[in-house]
Structure formats: structure tokens, C-alpha cells
């Protein structure tokens, strides 16, 4: 069957593919628009010398900041950070609190960024708040103590989770394109097997 075949068949059985293709831009949009995507929230923190440490040895204190930022990251899925979050929000335990968030380092950088996904988003917004505070106490008892008490380390928040907020809510329209292009696909091949068909019941009624 050529090409050419295949668009005449299309042609005579319009209405089949017309309604399928209806159905399906439909049933794809009806999907994306009942679908519940995760709110993700964003908090964001800084480390940098603290004013004692830049009495001190400010470069000492840079390079240590530097090096520590994979081991800061890591720290921030522990017991140590987790425990006091889930407690004050009765999450249930640290590792399913542990599934809600996420934590990212840019390259060369001394920030930390918590992003927490729930499908509530003041919760999210809290979670990811709570956790940014958690780990900022915990960054600091971590630390080294310069002489005279204290931390190296000055830990600030530069980003509220509440400013930092995303629904990931699927595209209705897109996902309706996405099942007409279904709908479309499987109309024109219902039609060929059936216009294929057709010949070998008319021999198989004349034996």
C-alpha cells in the first residue's frame, strides 16, 4: 500500500479519524489538567569568613570554606540536620523527609540551595525553610572555633523558600497536542488494517 493509497483511505473514513483525533487531544488534556505535580520551593544560604576569622587568617578560612562544600552538601541529608526538622513537623522519619528534598552546590561556589517538593505549598515552602535553618546551625557547629570562641564560618540565608516557588503543572494544551497526534496515529492505522482486511473476507466468502 503506497502513500497515495493511505490518504484516500483517510479521506474516505474521515469521520473515523476526525473522532479519534478529537478524542484524543481530549482525553490528553483531561489527563494533564487532573493531573497533582509537586510544588517545589527553593531556600538558598551563603557561607563566607566571619568577621573573626578574617582577623585572623582570611585566606586559611576561603580555602577551607572551598573545600568543605562537598562534605557541607552531604551533611545536609544527616541526622544531624533532618532529625530537628522532622520532629518540629512530625514528617515521620528522616529518610521520608530525606525523599522531599533535594540539595545542590554550583560549581566554584560557596552557596547551598534546599529544594523541597510537596504537593501542599505552604508545606513545601516550610520544609524547605526548616531544612536551610537546620543546616545553617549545624554548618556552624562544624565548623572550627577561632581563638577567642565562635565559628570561622558566617552562614547567611540570601533566599526565602517563599520566594523561590514552582508548580510543575503539566501543560494542558500540550499534553491535548500530544494525544491528538495519538488519536491521529492510531485512527489512520485502524483504518489501513481494516481497508487491508477487506479483500480476504470477500475471498473467504466465495469459498
Same mark, same amino acid.
Given at each position: ?82 532529625? =530537628?526538622? !522532622? &520532629? +518540629?513537623?512530625?514528617?515521620?522519619? *528522616?529518610?521520608?523527609?530525606? @525523599?522531599?528534598? #533535594? ?15 510537596? =504537593?501542599? !505549598? &505552604? +508545606?513545601?515552602?516550610?520544609?524547605? *525553610?526548616?531544612?536551610?535553618? @537546620?543546616?545553617? #546551625? ?70
Amino acid at each position: 500500500m503506497t502513500f497515495a493509497d493511505i490518504i484516500r483511505i483517510v479521506v474516505r473514513r474521515w469521520p473515523i479519524v476526525l473522532a479519534m483525533t478529537v478524542a484524543g487531544a481530549i482525553l490528553g488534556g483531561g489527563i494533564a489538567a487532573r493531573a497533582n505535580t509537586d510544588y517545589s520551593a527553593t531556600a538558598s544560604l551563603i557561607i563566607n569568613p566571619s568577621a573573626s576569622a578574617a582577623r585572623s587568617d582570611l585566606s586559611a578560612t576561603s580555602t577551607y570554606i572551598q573545600t568543605r562544600m562537598e562534605t557541607f552538601r552531604s551533611l545536609a541529608t544527616t541526622a544531624k540536620v533532618l532529625t =530537628p526538622v !522532622r &520532629d +518540629r513537623l512530625n514528617v515521620g522519619s *528522616d529518610e521520608s523527609l530525606d @525523599s522531599k528534598i #533535594t540539595v545542590d552546590v554550583p560549581t566554584n561556589s560557596a552557596i547551598i540551595s534546599i529544594t523541597a517538593q510537596d =504537593p501542599d !505549598r &505552604d +508545606r513545601a515552602v516550610t520544609i524547605a *525553610d526548616s531544612v536551610i535553618s @537546620s543546616l545553617t #546551625t549545624a554548618i556552624r557547629e562544624v565548623s572550627p572555633a577561632p581563638q577567642g570562641g565562635g565559628s570561622i564560618v558566617d552562614v547567611a540565608v540570601i533566599q526565602g523558600a517563599g520566594d523561590g516557588v514552582s508548580h510543575g503543572q503539566a501543560s494542558p494544551v500540550i499534553a491535548a497536542l500530544i494525544g491528538a497526534v495519538i488519536g491521529l496515529a492510531l485512527s489512520v492505522t485502524a483504518v489501513r488494517v481494516s481497508e487491508l482486511a477487506r479483500p480476504r473476507r470477500r475471498s473467504s466468502s466465495r469459498t
